[in-house]
């Protein structure tokens, strides 16, 4: 029966998304013609918190590292003051300038169509691993409620088609919709999971009384691997990339806004919503009560949910993480695809390039689904993708200005040091203790990014060139 309500849900999640209206042109399916309501605004923004990584990864967490796992709230309220400046300046030049994607501002802001390639290239390749991971994340959620190694395969193929299929027929609008089914399934998942299990633990005062003498290290910054550097600069790094929308996919829903005013509603009140993340935080906390220490930590929510929970409640639980999984993929699978379509494949005629989006959509969910089934190191991919994308915070800081006065080679340059950095500490086991790889990048990052531009600036000041001043023209918008 779990089984049989789980591909039923997922079917429902599928029909949502796919009951959008069939969009005909760039515009329409990939930033909505600029028009969407605050609400619909809203769910799509706040989709983004509740992923497969908060409903699976974060109880993890909290049963391995304790109180270290409050970085996700401390990161993601900080970035949410970041993005009530930010977002709305994005979305004001978006409207003035035509963009439908990260790459379009690179182009147009430092005037360079190099930059906009290769930050389309780098910005496609480290999503294919974050998309994996939802894909693997949904696998799993769907095989800890079930059981079954063949039930987790089908529901994985079967979330990637209905991805394929609402997201090439309906864009965002889509998204949007299984957003708004999605954001409330979650809140009642986390609420029933959080009640069963808090109670079989004793109450939720008598969680962490009991947690203090069990492993009081699970109520500091000390447990392993998890200490005060980790937590410090886990948070740094992840506010400094989420303050400046270092994620290609989450550029379009900010574009597509009817308003900026919308905007700064969404993210004044996305900070409070973030607090939600704190009930899997102390389920997670609580199941150190209640099973096997040894228990694999992206398994501990469901493990401890079907030890207090009805069989058939724990399906309804696993349908609501398989929403979690499938709007944040559709969401990435766009982002892949129109920076594919309309930055790589920039020559092309609209007629074609929204064809090519079709085409890329398939071919990104293709790749991440290989990824899922090859067991590929998606752990090692997921810190590359934060590390790397965070990268590009200097590059968008600097375009922000009406006035850009950062040169297209400085801002290259330095994000590909910063990006080789990180792959390097990621992939040659280089030891770093707690800290993060992205944050370390960054240092490099500044460093090559400064003297690149002090180079660039000695040429033009010596060659007299219009071209360096008409760089510095101040932007209308």
Not at 137 to 142: D, E, F, R
Not at 183 to 193: K, N
Not at 233 to 260: C, D, E, M, R, Y
Not at 468 to 475: E, G, I, M, T, Y
Request: hydrophobic share 55%; aromatic share 10%; with cysteine.
């Amino acid at each position: 029966m779990t089984t049989a309500i789980i591909v039923a849900g997922i079917v429902v999640i599928g029909v949502i998304g796919f009951s959008g209206r069939r969009r005909r042109d760039l515009s329409g399916w990939t930033v909505a013609e600029r028009d969407l309501p605050r609400w619909t605004s809203w769910f799509l923004q706040a989709g983004e918190s509740l992923t497969t990584f908060s409903f699976l990864g974060l109880a993890g967490i909290a049963f391995t590292g304790g109180v270290s796992a409050t970085f996700a709230v401390c990161y993601l309220t900080a970035s949410a003051v970041g993005l009530y400046f930010v977002a709305p300046r994005l979305r004001d030049l978006g409207a003035a300038r035509g963009y439908l994607t990260m790459s379009d501002f690179f182009h147009d802001r430092y005037r360079s169509r190099s930059l906009s390639v290769v930050m389309a290239v780098v910005g496609a390749l480290f999503l294919v691993p974050y998309l994996a991971l939802q894909i693997t994340g949904l696998g799993l959620i769907v095989g800890l409620a079930t059981g079954s190694p063949s039930a987790r395969g089908l529901s994985m193929v079967l979330a990637c088609v209905l991805v394929v299929v609402f997201v090439a027929w309906a864009g965002i609008h889509g998204i949007a919709r299984v957003a708004v089914f999605k954001d409330f399934g979650m809140l009642l998942a986390l609420v029933l999971v959080a009640v069963f299990v808090v109670s079989a633990a004793g109450g939720f005062p008598e969680v962490f009384t009991k947690v203090a003498q069990v492993s009081d290290q699970l109520l500091t910054t000390h447990a392993p691997g998890y200490d005060a550097t980790f937590f410090i600069t886990a948070v740094v790094v992840t506010t400094i990339g989420s303050s400046f929308n270092v994620f290609p996919h989450l550029w379009p829903p900010v574009f597509a806004a009817k308003s900026g005013q919308i905007l700064r509603s969404n993210f004044k009140w996305l900070g409070v919503y973030q607090l939600l993340l704190l009930l899997p935080i102390t389920v997670g906390m609580a199941a150190v009560l209640l099973i096997d220490p040894d228990t694999k930590s992206n398994s501990v929510l469901f493990t401890v949910s079907q030890q207090t929970m009805p069989e058939w409640l724990v399906a309804v639980v696993a349908v609501c993480g398989s929403a979690a999984a499938m709007v944040p993929a559709a969401a990435i699978t766009m982002g892949i695809s129109s920076l594919l379509a309309n930055n790589v494949c920039f020559a092309a005629s609209d007629r074609t390039r929204f064809r090519l989006n079709k085409l890329f959509v398939v071919v990104a969910v293709g790749a991440a689904l290989w990824f899922s089934v090859s067991g590929a190191d998606i752990g090692a991919l997921l810190l590359l993708t934060y590390g790397g994308l965070t990268q590009l915070a200097p590059t968008i800081a600097a375009a922000l200005p009406h006035r850009v006065r950062l040169s297209a080679p400085a801002a290259m340059s330095g994000t590909v040091v910063g990006t080789l950095v990180v792959v390097v500490l990621t992939f040659a086991d280089i030891p770093i203790g707690s800290w993060d790889s992205g944050l370390i990048g960054l240092g490099p990052n500044l460093v090559v990014l400064a003297i690149v531009e002090l180079l660039v600036r000695a040429g033009r000041r010596g060659a007299g060139s219009p071209a360096a001043r008409s760089a510095l023209a101040p932007d209308p918008v």
